[in-house]
């Protein structure tokens, strides 16, 4: 125990290290509950597997978390996201039900252009209240959270819409080499808005608005138009999730698709290490934390738990990770320690803390 | 002399200031109560308000507790989960054969310790009180299925009674004992906040934390105080559901924490705290319970556009907030 360097120090310090440690002993924990977890098979020329399912499903959590982590930095927060998923898809799922042809590619796309239009619209609308009106994000995105289920439903006129269009529904089940197509989508999101943000200054001045709005825009940084824009994205990514939720069942539910999806991408955001107060953020941190989520729900699904005590586990995770990362914790815990000489078990505790 | 009716025209100015949200609720309810008296013969009767005391009741509990958190700055996520798990344990327990007083302590001492825990939670490890109660949410919920996952009927005599009680006069109308606890409950509350030294430090906290600790104020204790009373009124509220469905059901209350935060900002209470009145919670509530009845009453408008009225109602307070000039941080 004395002889731990401080390269083991910094490794345990890093922000990222609970989340993985938790997302290995989950995995750990399936494999040894069902050995056959971790293969992967070739079937149709397609890859098959428990590993795969996880990355499929997480796709639209990681979309939804991506733009989450842009308006968090920001020091807001886009509670509207699963009312936009729902919104999204069911615009597209109605334009596709009123064609003809379901399966022209043309309607397709103008379906999927329409849904993510109104969405655009819609984050403009919130971006709208938050950087112009100033009213405080968490309210300004409830009114959308609220009444944005309701459009929702306006939408499907309280039905279930069914479509039977193969284009659409490959973006939620088809493949491309060998992988799904939508691990490709989140994918390609991801590398976007990377490259956008930490290619190029925006992802500075994103932090630079959420450290400090005022002092940012004495700089001579149009904080409003950051902020306007992050809301934007954080819809427009919302929108793409919807696409890929309601493709994956090809069908739009105005009430269930994209439910809680809110809660979930702000528990990703927040496991990965990005602070609610906004001012730094980590996309890899986001992914890591959606990831965590949907194996930690697969998981309580592969042991034939129901979905909703589901939420127990998931309550549990996120204390603990939550509670590891606080400062305040933490520093609850180095005051305790540091009486004893050796500060090598600072670091020591809090893996009993972490739920298996 | 001068001073003092200066004074005196100041605090006379600044009064209804304060004010606006709550009197500006108060004409909306009325206005929709006109609307409907004028739309249907049947709404004038007043039993229809007695009806939408009775079916609100228990939101109007919850929403009591949740005025306490927002005044503070805060916000608690976990309520509805709590109302259900709550309904959801005295079910359980009923049918398990325990002694209905005994059912009912151990019933409402579950809301307030887990409001405890997460207070203390937010205060002594300084994590967003959003996540915490998020995680208390996904418990509670949690807990409601790992019970039962289909919904436990009560059979049990003291429910029923209390179900089926009906306090009125000759001419028929009527409420039920829920609503007079609701009515109780919304009294305590509103001393509380206005008459004692708990109620006082709320506002102060809400208003600046900060100043608040620097007057020596125990911003913890109260902290931890209105998450715990929060989780009590959580707790009481699912007692009432669980009164008005005779049942425990693991999916009851979903969403109930929005229609309950949305019900306090119409009410006028300023979401980064610091002001607002219990009685504005209860006007938020009517408001609510008011365009649920209309909605009703048309019979041709669906149930989703009770969603897009309180968005649109929600967007519109905020505004009002916002052009009055109630502080925003």
């Known amino acids: 125990m004395s002889n731990r360097t401080a390269g083991d120090r910094a490794l345990t310090r890093h922000r990222l290290f609970w989340p993985v440690v938790v997302l290995v002993v989950l995995l750990a924990a399936n494999t040894a509950y069902r050995p056959s977890f971790l293969s992967v098979q070739m079937r149709d020329g397609h890859l098959y597997g428990s590993l795969i399912d996880i990355l499929r499903l997480s796709a639209p959590l990681i979309l939804v978390a991506l733009g989450m982590t842009l308006v968090i930095a920001t020091g807001g927060i886009d509670l509207s996201v699963g009312s936009l998923c729902a919104i999204s898809g069911a615009i597209a799922c109605l334009y596709i039900s009123r064609q003809p042809d379901q399966n022209s590619l043309g309607g397709v796309l103008t379906a999927l252009a329409l849904g993510l239009g109104v969405a655009l619209v819609l984050g403009a609308w919130n971006g709208v209240l938050v950087a112009v009106i100033g009213i405080q994000p968490i ?28 284009p659409y529904k490959a973006i939620g089940v088809g493949h491309l080499l060998t992988l799904p197509l939508a691990i490709f989508v ?27 709005a005022q002092a940012s825009r004495l700089a001579g940084i149009r904080s409003a138009r950051i902020t306007f824009l992050v809301y934007v994205i954080s819809a427009a990514c919302a929108a793409v999730a919807g696409f890929m939720i309601t493709a994956n069942v090809s069908s739009a539910d105005g009430n269930a698709a994209g439910l809680w999806v809110e809660l979930d991408a702000i528990l990703a955001v927040v496991i990965g290490g990005t602070s609610l107060a906004g001012g730094r953020f980590s996309l890899s941190g986001t992914i890591l934390g959606a990831l965590l989520i949907q194996t930690l729900t697969t998981t309580v699904y592969a042991m034939n738990i129901s979905p909703q005590t589901s939420l127990l586990f998931k309550a549990v995770v996120v204390i603990a990770v939550c509670l590891i990362q606080a400062p305040g914790f933490r520093a609850r815990f180095a005051r305790r320690r540091a009486p004893a000489s050796a500060p090598a078990p600072v670091t020591e505790q809090p893996k009993e803390q972490v739920p298996a | 002399m001068t001073t003092l009716s200066l004074m005196a025209t100041r605090t006379w100015s600044r009064l209804p200031r304060r004010h606006v949200p709550v009197l500006a609720t108060l004409l909306l309810l009325l206005v929709l109560y006109g609307v409907g008296v004028s739309q249907y013969r049947a709404f004038s009767n007043i039993q229809v308000i007695f009806n939408v005391f009775i079916d609100n009741g228990f939101l109007l509990v919850v929403a009591v507790g949740m005025t306490f958190v927002i005044l503070t700055g805060g916000i608690d996520l976990s309520v509805g989960s709590v109302v259900a798990m709550t309904a959801m344990v005295s079910a359980f327990l009923l049918r398990e054969g325990l002694p209905a007083a005994l059912v009912l302590v151990i019933a409402l001492l579950i809301g307030p310790t887990l409001g405890f825990l997460m207070g203390c939670v937010i205060h002594f490890f300084d994590i967003q009180p959003f996540i915490v109660t998020l995680a208390g949410m996904f418990f509670a919920r949690g807990m409601c299925t790992f019970i039962s996952g289909s919904s436990i009927p009560i059979s049990d005599g003291f429910w029923t009674r209390m179900s089926q009680q009906r306090i009125g006069n000759p001419s028929g109308n009527f409420v039920s004992i829920s609503v007079i606890i609701a009515f109780a ?45 929060s989780g009590l009124c959580a707790a009481i509220g699912g007692i009432l559901l669980s009164f008005y469905t005779l049942s425990g059901a693991p999916l009851i209350a979903v ?45 041709s408008l669906n149930s989703w556009w009770t969603k897009i009225v309180i968005g649109g109602l929600l967007f519109a307070f905020i505004l009002l907030q916002r052009l009055i000039g109630i502080r925003y941080k």
């Open chain 1, 139 to 166: 309210i300004a995105t409830l009114i959308l959270m609220v009444a944005g289920r309701g459009l929702a439903q306006l939408i499907t006129e309280g039905q279930i819409l069914t479509i039977n269009s193969d």
């Open chain 1, 186 to 212: 989140a994918l390609a999101a991801a590398l976007l808005i990377a490259a956008v943000t930490r290619r190029t200054a925006l992802g500075l001045i994103i932090e630079s608005v959420g450290g400090n």
């Open chain 2, 185 to 229: 409950v919304v009294a305590v509350a509103a001393y509380t906040l206005a008459y004692t030294r708990l109620g006082r430090n709320v506002y102060a906290i809400g208003g600046n934390p900060q100043s608040g600790l620097l007057m020596g104020l125990p911003v913890g204790r109260t902290r931890i105080a209105v998450y715990t009373i």
């Open chain 2, 255 to 299: 969403g109930m924490e929005l229609d309950v935060i949305a019900a306090v900002v119409i009410g006028g209470t300023v979401l980064t705290g610091g002001s607002g009145y219990v009685f504005g919670t209860v006007l938020g509530v009517l408001v609510l319970g008011v365009i649920q009845t209309l909605i009703t009453f048309d019979g």
